[in-house]
């Protein structure tokens, strides 16, 4: 879609915010949400790096969503952000609609063993009602940064646990607008992955849990914080594990063994703490982060043979400047 296209729907060559039943003679349909052109995504990222969204759509609920996914221009590409905890979003920013579950994907709804989270729930907050509620199962939660909807979409796991083990059933819709709700037996998890389409956006999963003592459960998740901050720079400017285990072995290690802990690319660095972390130590761009990366992963191929493969996502298009190294424009592996 050309940029003149874009340029119209977002509501013409001057841009700004279009909110409230919003719509366009360019084919976007009216939508009660936020629709913004432009709108800058360095500082809703955790590496703190990136370019905007060319347009940035946080719909009002599932039913404006629907409306919105039915409706929207063909080839229009959607891009879901989520709490952008484990990805990097790259300097030329992200083409097309990016996508930003506003506070009514959020809520939480305890009944018996069973949680009812909208894909939008921060994992820590999910693992403190589960807690409150004297249940327990679900404090892994408490040490994984990002929304109930990647740790789906991932199958994101800590501490010997991961999301398919307590996963009953996920709302999903797919890219007509249209609401699936899929048991967890018609879901194959492996590890960090599921088998959902990648252009399905989930909306909600149902979680399931045991009873136990609220306090004891309350120490467990205080134990998994504690050997969290012992173990990784929670404090800096960073993302989750940066890449996914190779089988039978630990990504730190084979980094550490390349000889990378601590290696630095412009304002990048592999975290001195946990080799697995990259992060930004100020004025890192997201090339910077995605190079350093891919120089670690040939590093470790180098000295092991083996191949790392990103667990961290990247999106988006790589600035002008940066097109002559790294991963291709709009490529993400």
């Not at 998890?189 to 009873?211: H, K, M, N, T």
């Amino acid at each position: 879609m050309s940029a003149a296209v874009l340029r119209a729907i977002a509501g013409g060559p001057h841009g700004g915010p279009r909110q409230g039943g919003s719509g366009n003679a360019a084919g976007l349909p009216p939508v009660r949400g936020s629709l913004r052109r432009d709108a800058a995504l360095r500082d809703r990222t955790w590496f703190r790096v990136g370019g905007p969204a060319e347009i940035l759509f946080e719909p009002a609920d599932a039913d404006d969503l629907a409306t919105f996914m039915a409706g929207r221009p063909a080839g229009l590409p959607v891009t879901v952000l989520g709490l952008a905890s484990n990805l990097i979003v790259r300097d030329g920013g992200i083409p097309g609609i990016t996508l930003r579950l506003s506070r009514s994907f959020a809520d939480i709804a305890v009944s018996g063993q069973h949680l009812t989270v909208g894909a939008g729930a921060a994992d820590v907050r999910v693992a403190r009602a589960a807690q409150e509620a004297g249940l327990t199962g679900l404090e892994f939660l408490c040490g994984i940064p990002g929304s109930i909807g990647g740790a789906v979409r991932m199958n994101a796991g800590a501490y010997g646990a991961e999301i398919g083990g307590i996963l009953d059933w996920v709302e999903a819709m797919e890219p007509s607008g249209r609401r699936r709700l899929l048991r967890r037996d018609e879901i194959a998890f492996g590890y960090r992955s599921c088998d959902l389409p990648e252009d399905w956006i989930v909306l909600a999963a149902g979680l399931r849990a045991q009873p136990g003592d609220p306090a004891g459960i309350a120490a467990r998740m205080e134990r998994i914080r504690s050997e969290r901050e012992a173990s990784q720079p929670v404090r800096a400017r960073t993302g989750g594990s940066t890449f996914a285990n190779p089988p039978g072995a630990k990504a730190w290690q084979l980094i550490d063994a390349a000889g990378c802990r601590g290696l630095r690319r412009g304002g990048a660095q592999v975290s001195e703490q946990h080799c697995n972390f990259l992060i930004n130590t100020g004025d890192a761009t997201a090339a910077d982060l995605e190079d350093l990366g891919d120089e670690v992963r040939a590093r470790v191929a180098a000295s092991s043979g083996i191949q790392l493969h990103w667990e961290i996502r990247r999106i988006g298009r790589r600035a002008p400047d940066a097109m002559s190294g790294g991963a291709a424009d709009g490529e993400v592996r």
